[in-house]
């Protein structure tokens, strides 16, 4: 996992990419010009400037892709039975949720598309890297060393997903690069120099990958001068556990 610091973003060049999950909140984007999100789980990037959404399976032909996106103009705090006054006994009724005030919806002329089908919630991103993505694991934000590495794997051809959340031994853990191979999971991981020195941290690292190994996959670790110093020998270690794993499977089914 890289280093736990995120590259500090003026809050006029972030944007935020959330979920759409029925068709609903699209004609409320659209027609009423506001989209909601809890206040309890709102993401990092909840200032940015602009917002785009990406559709889940509810949208048919459009589902696993960003089609759309909006200046946000305001935001506000409300109750879900301010947002939904004909919701009023709803269980969270009385939870407090931001309220974005939206500009009118923006059509992209190439949706930015998820190759197997990405289960979710926010990417916060920057606008410079929505206006240049293909897929969604362009959007990604959170790592110089994890771009460094997605631009080598793009040029080999080496289909990866990014942040990817999973499952194992009953813990929760968010992989760096998850490549999904004919014979088993390869886990990828950029570890800054400074975070994953830390005594704590190697522990739980240690723990992490004993998680990951007994459910089936292999798990690599390249530092910081591995990747900037000689990143040609981290593609070649990369390339031979893809080999030793089949290959990399075609992104032909969701997450």
């Known amino acids: 996992m890289s280093e736990n610091i995120a590259y500090k973003v003026a809050v006029g060049k972030q944007m935020l990419v959330a979920l759409l999950n029925n068709r609903a909140a699209l004609e409320r984007a659209r027609e009423e010009g506001w989209y909601h999100i809890p206040v309890k789980s709102a993401p990092r990037a909840i200032e940015a400037p602009r917002i785009a959404f990406y559709q889940t399976l509810a949208f048919k032909e459009e589902k696993w892709s960003i089609r759309y996106w909006a200046d946000v103009v305001g935001r506000d705090i409300v109750s879900r039975r301010e947002l939904?006054?004909?919701?009023?006994?709803?269980?969270?009724?009385?939870?407090?949720?931001?309220?974005?005030?939206?500009?009118?919806?923006?059509?992209?002329?190439?949706?930015?598309?998820?190759?197997?089908?990405?289960?979710?919630?926010?990417?916060?991103?920057?606008?410079?890297?929505?206006?240049?993505?293909?897929?969604?694991?362009?959007?990604?934000?959170?790592?110089?060393?994890?771009?460094?590495?997605?631009?080598?794997?793009?040029?080999?051809?080496?289909?990866?997903?990014?942040?990817?959340?999973?499952?194992?031994?009953?813990?929760?853990?968010?992989?760096?690069?998850?490549l999904f191979c004919r014979r088993g999971?390869?886990?990828?991981?950029?570890?800054?120099?400074?975070w994953h020195?830390?005594?704590?941290?190697?522990?739980?690292?240690?723990?992490?990958?004993?998680?990951?190994?007994?459910?089936?996959?292999?798990?690599?670790r390249f530092t910081t001068a591995q990747l900037r110093e000689n990143s040609s020998e981290c593609l070649d270690i990369v390339r031979r556990t893809i080999y030793t794993h089949g290959g990399v499977f075609a992104a032909d089914a969701p997450l």
Request: net charge positive; proline share 4%; with cysteine.
């Open 197 to 220: 020195t830390q005594k704590d941290q190697i522990a739980r690292d240690k723990k992490r990958d004993n998680d990951l190994t007994s459910d089936g996959w292999a798990v690599l």
């Open 185 to 194: 999971l390869i886990d990828i991981e950029c570890d800054g120099d400074f």
């Open 84 to 178: 939904f006054p004909h919701q009023l006994n709803h269980s969270r009724a009385d939870l407090q949720y931001y309220k974005l005030r939206l500009g009118p919806l923006q059509t992209l002329e190439r949706p930015i598309v998820s190759k197997r089908g990405r289960r979710l919630v926010f990417i916060p991103t920057t606008q410079a890297k929505f206006k240049a993505a293909r897929e969604i694991n362009d959007l990604f934000h959170d790592s110089p060393l994890e771009d460094g590495l997605w631009k080598l794997f793009k040029k080999s051809r080496i289909a990866a997903e990014r942040q990817l959340f999973i499952s194992a031994n009953r813990r929760r853990y968010c992989l760096d690069f998850a």
